[in-house]
């Protein structure tokens, strides 16, 4: 099997979010799609491991926001590189209840969805959500994961389901929160004391050399 | 509801396929993603009309091809536009037993599933494939849905999930096998008898004026 296919797959990129017991949490998904139009449906997959899987089973309730290629990348990090579980997330993510869930600031446009179904896999739970309510909030176009990848040379959270284990590259300095690679070009050693991760934010110490 | 919303979801464009007791079948889809990379898994939705659903349901087997940018438009409006029940898909379309499915030769990539679990909708059918082979044929940049509509001018077939009713264009000429909608220089009563649909490739008789 030739594992580079899985590559040629397209997505975009999403931020599903919940709620625990009234308090926000969510976390970065890029398996998401329409399943049906009428009603409107959406499925989104989210690993065992998400803290965000186990609240949207417990409350049957999501919601899906869209990124657009213009969000803050320092999102991505927060919302896709630390858990909900023992983060707030949402202390320094401005963000408002839209169609009763908590839904980010920074996105193209944000859908709010009931349960109706889901899948268990091996390591993910594909929710299917009916949607309840839906809006646009900014003409941003809609990132992809391709954009994600090649523009903002963001990686992948080891438990995304696109996620593959990647080479490590000899002599460069790594994340070690959300494992952006730095590859500037200032040598990294002259960069300023703080100069921070543009992914996740994280201080220079943060940083190993691979 | 602000339907627009539904928009800004990010896809690819792919085309399913499968055995009909021995006869290759096959319809496109844009819904389909990976769910677990260990092991690998997809997953393809299709709409309880679409003649491969029943395929893919008797035989437990799909194959996902991913078209490239640069494929050929008719190969859209074949696999798009007509149905594999009484029509022969593959009679002009190259095509492999690849992974011991049906694969079109024109994509960038190709996946070989078993079907390991099944959600049913009001519509469609989400079946999670576990891929057993995989292999990429040429390099050419996988075409995503927001392409397809915008470079290409392509319209989405009524049992897609991501089909909205669209607003008729007065004055237009719209294609009644695929709704492509005519919007070159050339006024349309002055192109040439030989002329085609440039997606799925119908007669100019089969185009009427909105």
Request: hydrophobic content about 35%.
């Amino acid at each position: 099997m030739n594992k580079t296919a899985f590559y040629n797959l397209s997505y975009g990129v999403y931020v599903c979010t919940s709620w625990d017991e009234g308090r926000p949490v969510g976390c970065v998904a890029n398996s998401a799609m329409q399943i049906t139009s009428s009603p409107a449906t959406i499925a989104v997959s989210l690993n065992h491991g998400n803290y965000t899987n186990k609240c949207v089973s417990d409350t049957g309730r999501f919601a899906i926001a869209v990124l657009g290629e213009n969000v803050d990348p320092k999102l991505i990090g927060r919302f896709g590189f630390a858990s909900s579980k023992d983060t707030d997330k949402f202390a320094e993510t401005p963000y408002a209840v839209r169609g009763k869930m908590p839904v980010i600031d920074d996105c193209v446009c944000w859908f709010s969805c009931k349960v109706i179904d889901k899948m268990e896999t091996a390591t993910h739970t594909v929710f299917l959500g009916e949607v309840l309510d839906a809006d646009v909030l900014r003409k941003d176009a809609p990132m992809t994961y391709a954009y994600y990848h090649k523009v903002l040379k963001g990686k992948t959270a080891a438990n995304a389901p696109t996620y593959q284990a990647e080479e490590k590259s000899a002599g460069k300095y790594v994340c070690k929160i959300c494992k952006y690679e730095y590859d500037g070009e200032t040598p990294f050693e002259e960069l300023p004391d703080d100069w921070t991760c543009p992914i996740c934010g994280a201080p220079k110490s943060q940083f190993e050399k691979k």
